[in-house]
């Protein structure tokens, strides 16, 4: 793993890699907002009630899908960079902790309205009344919004998964070459001294 970071085409086909699979579960995400399910009060041919007719569900597997997509993304990051906890001591770097945190809260808010969204806009109303006597006047849907939400997070989800990434590596590759340094340093002091105090 500590040579895949301190590879730079690594990195860099990484950054591309995860790049993608946020915009592509961003493009999910955009195009379930578009395809919410809409329905409309129609009577039953075969009696006197009312129910909701519903035009797609498409909206539900652009949900899914983005779900799945942006958790890969998010498992990839997180499995490279060993979750922040078993890496380099990074304590002090400030940028990739509050990365790695910011990283976390976009995804769980992102993955929430995926899930919520994606359940709501699966339900449909049932039968409530008789069409003559109007009790069925609306049919119930999934708000404005909410998966537009979910895009926006991808986005920021994107940005600070890039930045703890960046910073990660930097901060690795930075501690690897003190770490040979410091050793290198003791080594030629311990010479010295041994051949100081020979006779």
Excluded at 35 to 59: M, Q, W
Excluded at 161 to 174: D, E, R, T
Aim: proline share 2%; aromatic share 14%.
């Amino acid at each position: 793993m500590a040579g895949f970071a301190t590879s730079r085409p690594a990195s860099i086909a990484l950054a591309a890699f995860l790049t993608f699979l946020n915009l592509f579960a961003f493009l999910f995400a955009v195009g379930a907002e578009l395809r919410r399910s809409t329905g409309k009060v129609v009577p039953d041919e075969y009696d006197d009630r009312s129910y909701c007719l519903y035009d797609t569900d498409a909206s539900t597997v652009y949900g899914v899908a983005a779900f799945f997509v942006l958790l890969l993304a998010q498992v990839l990051v997180t499995g490279v960079t060993r979750c922040l906890c078993l890496g380099p001591a990074l304590s002090s770097r400030g940028c990739t902790v509050t990365a790695f945190v910011l990283s976390w809260l976009t995804f769980l808010t992102a993955e929430a309205c995926l899930v919520g969204g994606s359940t709501r806009n699966a339900y449909h109303t049932k039968y409530l009344g008789y069409y003559m006597e109007h009790d069925l006047v609306s049919c119930a849907s999934l708000r404005k919004g909410v998966f537009a939400a979910a895009a926006a997070m991808m986005l920021i989800n994107l940005v600070a998964s890039l930045v703890y990434y960046w910073s990660y590596s930097k901060a690795a590759n930075g501690g690897f070459v003190k770490h040979k340094n410091e050793v290198g340093t003791g080594m030629t002091d311990y010479g010295l001294d041994k051949g100081g105090s020979g006779p």
